[in-house]
Antibody, heavy 120, light 108 residues
Framework: EVQLVESGGGLVQPGGSLRLSCAAS????????MNWVRQAPGKGLEWISY????????YYADSVKGRFTISRDNAKNSLYLQMNSLRDEDTAVYYC?????????????WGQGTLVTVSS | SSELTQDPAVSVALGQTVRITCRGD??????ASWYQQKPGQAPVLVIY???NRPSGIPDRFSGSYSGNAASLTITGAQAEDEADYYC???????????FGGGTKVTVL
């Protein structure tokens, strides 16, 4: 069974940092590109970052470019999101998602999400 | 980056057909995907590509395209289909993914 389990969320002050993790299991992690998608409370979905299976390529939404860094450790079947210079507007549930093979941008599995709250 | 536009809400009588539309220039180049999200749950992929359903998605869900619009059709809507539906696609650069604002579907 495919599972994506996020962790690392919590309360952080504006300007602070947080590192999210996503533990993947039930599939060959090294085969798939991965993403982070977030959802602010009561709002819609926002894609924020993408990484290829071998980490050669990464993309970011303008809203997080220069502040967030996506990475992965294929030996540990894990995806990460390093978030720096956090702002109030970064408050959201953060989801780890798996790309459908040969259909980048389509996410066939989602984690349960981890809540990040940026507040003083 | 381009935007994807969805109607905020639609309603459908039980057993009837409803079409949800997503509009954006990038849809002339890239396929859309559609996600169903129920309160307190993670989204679920229901349609991707030209008209592909992941395993476990009922065949009452289908996708289509016309010009700069993608549509998700639910044929014979069930009570359990009441949810928020989001489309997404790559933007014109091909590097960024954008989501529509979502459509709340109410089954009457």
């Amino acid at each position: 069974e495919v599972q994506l389990v996020e962790s690392g969320g919590g309360l952080v002050q504006p300007g602070g940092s947080l590192r999210l993790s996503c533990a993947a299991s039930g599939f060959t992690f090294t085969t798939y590109s991965m993403n982070w998608v977030r959802q602010a409370p009561g709002k819609g979905l926002e894609w924020i970052s993408y990484i290829t299976s071998g980490s050669s390529t990464t993309y970011y939404a303008d809203s997080v470019k220069g502040r967030f860094t996506i990475s992965r450790d294929n030996a540990k079947n894990s995806l990460y999101l390093q978030m720096n210079s956090l702002r109030d507007e970064d408050t959201a549930v953060y989801y780890c998602t798996r790309d459908v093979i040969a259909a980048a941008g389509s996410y066939d599995y989602w984690g349960q999400g981890t809540l990040v709250t940026v507040s003083s | 980056s381009s935007e994807l536009t969805q109607d905020p809400a639609v309603s459908v009588a039980l057993g009837q057909t409803v079409r949800i539309t997503c509009r954006g220039d990038s849809l002339r180049t890239y396929y859309a995907s559609w996600y169903q999200q129920k309160p307190g749950q993670a989204p679920v992929l229901v349609i991707y590509g030209k008209n592909n359903r992941p395993s476990g998605i009922p065949d009452r869900f289908s996708g289509s395209y016309s010009g700069n619009a993608a549509s998700l059709t639910i044929t014979g809507a069930q009570a359990e289909d009441e949810a928020d539906y989001y489309c997404n696609s790559r933007d014109s650069s091909g590097k960024v993914v954008v989501f529509g604002g979502g459509t709340k579907v109410t089954v009457l």
